[in-house]
């Protein structure tokens, strides 16, 4: 399912009316500034979301959360990671790591533990 980049987590009620029952919701939070950003993590979550057809993967600019977002979910390091099921965040973490990030995926069962990611 490819990514939808949201203008802010707000629009996140709109993706948790469209999710699939067997799948979750993925949010990658990010700083567009970040070194490994656009050349680590990006292209995997890009990979990654190929691998989880029925889990939907979207990301929002650190800039564009405000203060009660990030303490809702204890968001204190960044990039961060929010999977939900339903609309209950069932896991919250960060990866700076092509191998961190696929790790917390199959750890949080949303990528199957014998999935393959190429490199990027």
Do not use: W
């Amino acid at each position: 399912m490819p990514i939808r980049q949201l203008s802010s987590p707000l629009d996140l009620s709109n993706v948790f009316s469209e999710q699939s029952p067997m799948g979750f919701t993925v949010v990658y939070i990010f700083e567009e500034m970040a070194p490994y950003h656009e050349s680590i993590l990006k292209p995997t979550f890009e990979l990654i979301s190929r691998e989880c057809p029925f889990s939907q993967f979207v990301t929002i600019e650190l800039e564009s959360c405000n203060e009660s977002f990030c303490k809702e979910h204890n968001l204190f390091t960044y990039p961060a990671f929010l999977v939900f099921k339903k609309e209950k965040c069932v896991a919250n973490f960060s990866a700076e790591t092509k191998y961190g990030l696929i790790k917390q995926m199959k750890k949080h069962g949303v990528l199957k533990e014998d999935a393959e990611i190429p490199n990027v």
